[in-house]
């Protein structure tokens, strides 16, 4: 199985990117293709044993297109990382290979997102550069159980440490301080009259608490001998420098010196490990918790699917589900896989996926969704998408990819994260040696402050502050039919000031009805009807679907078409029976040199209604009206409303007439109207408003809209809409409900706020931790900090900042 990404050229509207797609689709062993108008990108999964890339740029060229390989995009599992820093260093061995594109480390996902140009790089070679950088990247898909075992055994594992670190770091800060809180240690322990022992049992205690945090030192010195320093560096650093010197304090009571046994510093060393470790361990379980979005979505999918073998039913793991196989649900069960139903009826409950709590009906022929629950009958149906290739499974990427990107607010973190630890080396060498040889003070403050700088500092904190609030902001956007799709559309949507919202099928419902029909020129309406509706026939166009359904339901017979000719943004040309029809708008009637003025003012009229009028000529002589009406939404004020009080403008653009239009905004309370505007100029209307400095959002559902949301600063795609139109948004709201459209603007601001406050957290500690640990306080009379404090706050900064990341699971959307 690979996936590959390849340039389309020659491309001119989304009719050609869907002709793209289905020629790519008809090629055997192709699993996934889709096709992005705005990127003039083909994304393609096949299977290679069935078919090349050569075939594919065959079977594009032979439909009139180029397509050129362009690049593979893959998310991989970074193992061994321990702080912002590492996620650095494997993000900068990466970006060094000929053929990246765009490499991004996430440390709060511990996930590499790669591009890169299959022609001159591997994924071989991207994991030899990961391994070289001293981490290790996994290709391979891990499932949710998976997943969270891992993430138990790390926690156990931690805690573990953690405890048995504290056990034995209790009794050694009991023997070092108990005489300075007037404890009175037996005589053989006792530091004046046998100093040895005393000694001794320390190093002995916090040589056992050193060798359970092993894992500081493997990964710090590894680090520094690879030239890429992090957090476990600073950390080995000072805990060894206080531990050598403990070392040199024995050496120096046994020679005689017995003054040196007030100075041994080896609980300095064991305190900060075991700290660390509970910071880690606190680290990891509310990392955890940023994730649960990801994990229920996960979660939901059946773990078994019963399938038809040999005519019989046979339980296997929803792994082994393929395309084709026949699969059965009874009451009460989820279905495994998306699909179509081939026998039984039944009431099936999809509210995971569209929010809605009504159960749907299914009878054979529809189409129904993995992960949803069968509430009614025993049905048998087709899997159609299995996989990674189900609407879930979908959602889940989605939600990963966004989650694995990295916002804009975020690249000053990444900078400094990438030089802060040598920086904080060179500042606690420095403060050490200026105390020491300027300062004239003893050679342990000057240990004291060396340890402490290093210790204090935290470049997990800045690595954490952006992640973690986007892993949590998008997980419940998900949570809520919100799909938010990367770092920067999540950061880019609190900066609209205007949003466009699509007419049809976005503020309407999309489903028009006949409500008046005009003639002149003595023609019958319901001949006029029957004209129209065969004109329809082929059309996809919700109005000419409205004319059709009208016809059938009066039961009308349909004429043969000779003829059928679409002009965008107009209407059609069809020949019925010898006879040239026109059906269409204004613009068509005018351009055809069709008298319409007897027929002007009662299409004023209908429009002033808020109804679509469509003029019908025969033979170039004008014949009457159609009207239509498509009802509005129910969401659709109360969500304008919403924006409003947010301060933002909202727009409406339509291919309808002026008066129509304006109607349909009056009820809703829209502020701007753009009709009359051709599907192609839809995206040069957005660029007009943007040529006026606002930051513009573009909500729409259809392939016509798909430019239009790729031009837009933020592309909302209802999710009812096309395919194209999806792929095109940077947000797609899979309840159709244009409630959410304020619930993802209210979302953005949140998790924008949340990330200042982290940014604000962060950058505030290490600037004001720093100089304290450095000894600024102490000059002015001050006290000097322990490197104990140093530690805990440091374990601290990290955990404080992920709680404040874990408030945004307390959000709620914007309610009518």
Not at 14 to 32: D, Q, S
Not at 190 to 203: K, R, S, V, Y
């Amino acid at each position: 199985m690979a996936t590959k990404v390849l340039k389309i050229q020659g491309m001119t509207c989304a009719a050609c990117a869907k002709a793209v797609e289905r020629v790519t689709r008809k090629l055997p062993g192709i699993k996934e293709a889709n096709v992005n108008f705005a990127t003039e990108k083909l994304n393609v999964d096949f299977d290679e044993g069935q078919v090349t890339v050569t075939d594919i740029q065959n079977a594009v060229s032979k439909a009139g297109y180029s397509a050129l390989l362009d690049s593979a995009t893959k998310i991989m599992k970074i193992e061994g990382m321990t702080c912002a820093a590492c996620a650095r260093a494997s993000e900068r061995a990466v970006k060094k290979l000929d053929g990246i594109m765009e490499a991004t480390v996430n440390y709060a996902t511990e996930k590499l997102n790669v591009t890169f140009d299959t022609s001159k790089v591997s994924v071989s070679d991207i994991k030899k550069a990961v391994e070289k950088a001293g981490y290790k990247a996994i290709e391979e898909e891990v499932s949710v159980d998976t997943d969270k075992e891992r993430k138990e055994a790390e926690i156990k594992s931690l805690w573990k440490r953690f405890v048995v670190s504290l056990i034995f770091t209790i009794p050694l800060l009991i023997v070092s301080m108990g005489h300075m809180l007037g404890y009175m240690l037996p005589e053989p322990l006792d530091p004046m009259a046998n100093p040895e022992n005393f000694a001794i049992l320390q190093l002995v205690l916090s040589s056992v608490v050193l060798l359970f945090g092993i894992k500081f030192f493997e990964a710090g010195f590894t680090a520094m001998w690879r030239r890429s320093p992090n957090m476990d560096s600073l950390i080995a650093l000072g805990t060894s420098a206080a531990y050598l010197y403990g070392l040199f304090a024995i050496y120096q009571i046994f020679i005689g010196n017995k003054d040196y046994a007030y100075e041994l510093y080896f609980e300095s060393a064991a305190v900060i490990l075991t700290l660390i470790t509970l910071g880690k361990y606190l680290e990891s379980v509310t990392k955890g918790k940023t994730s649960e979005a990801i994990k229920k979505l996960m979660g939901l999918a059946p773990k078994t699917a019963t399938v038809i073998r040999n005519g019989k039913e046979a339980v296997i793991p929803i792994d082994e589900v393929e395309v084709g196989v026949i699969i059965v649900v009874k009451p009460g069960e989820k279905l495994p896989v998306d699909g179509e139903v081939v026998e039984g009826n039944t009431a099936i409950d999809e509210s995971m996926l569209t929010g809605e709590s009504i159960p749907v009906e299914k009878a054979p022929g529809s189409k129904v969704i993995g992960a949803s629950i069968n509430k009614a009958g025993y049905i048998k149906y087709k899997a159609t998408r299995v996989g990674k290739d189900t609407a879930l499974s979908q959602i889940i990427k989605l939600v990963e990819d966004a989650q694995g990107s990295k916002a804009p607010i975020a690249k000053m973190a990444d900078i400094i994260s990438g030089i802060f630890v040598p920086i904080v080396m060179v500042l606690a060498l420095g403060g050490g040696l200026a105390w020491y040889f300027l300062g004239g003070e003893s050679g342990i403050f000057a240990l004291t402050i060396f340890i402490s700088v290093l210790v204090i500092a935290c470049p997990c904190a800045l690595g954490l502050a952006t992640p973690t609030a986007i892993m949590v902001g998008t997980g419940k956007g998900a949570e809520h039919g919100v799909l938010i799709k990367s770092g920067v559309a999540l950061e880019t949507a609190h900066k609209i000031k205007t949003i466009v919202f699509d007419k049809t099928g976005t503020i309407t419902e999309g489903k028009p009805k006949v409500t008046d029909i005009v003639t002149v020129n003595g023609i019958n309406k319901e001949h006029l009807l029957q004209i129209a509706a065969t004109a329809e026939k082929g059309s996809e166009h919700p109005l000419g679907e409205a004319i059709v359904r009208d016809a059938e339901e009066k039961k009308l017979e349909f004429k043969k078409i000779d003829k059928f000719k679409a002009i965008p943004g107009h209407g059609i040309e069809v020949e019925i029976e010898g006879d040239t029809i026109l059906l269409g708008n204004r613009k068509l009637m005018v351009e055809s040199n069709v008298d319409i003025s007897q027929l002007e003012d009662t299409s004023g009229k209908l429009a002033s209604e808020g109804k679509t009028p469509m003029y019908i000529a025969i033979n170039n002589s004008i014949s009457g009206i159609i009207a239509v009406a498509d009802t509005v939404k129910a969401s659709s004020k109360n969500a304008i409303d919403a924006l409003h009080k947010m301060g933002i403008e909202v727009a409406m653009i339509t291919g309808d007439n002026r008066k129509t239009a304006e109607a349909i905004a009056k009820q809703v309370g829209i502020d701007v109207v753009l009709a009359e505007v051709l599907p192609q100029d839809k995206a040069n209307e957005v660029k007009k408003l943007q040529a006026q400095g606002k930051k513009v959002a573009m909500v729409g559902d259809g392939i016509n809209d798909a430019p239009a949301l790729a031009q837009a600063d933020i592309g909302i795609a209802i999710g009812s809409g096309t395919d194209v139109a999806m792929e095109s948004a940077d947000v797609v709201l899979m309840r159709s409900d244009l409630m959410d459209v304020p619930t993802a603007i209210q979302l953005s601001k949140k998790t924008i706020s949340n990330i200042k406050q982290n940014l604000f957290w962060a950058f505030g500690y290490n600037t004001l931790g720093i100089p304290v640990a450095m000894g600024i306080l102490y000059i002015f009379g001050g006290p000097l900090l322990n490197p104990i404090i140093a530690a805990a706050a440091m374990s601290l900064s990290s955990v404080s900042v992920l709680l404040n990341a874990i408030r945004l699971k307390g959000f709620k959307p914007v309610t009518k």
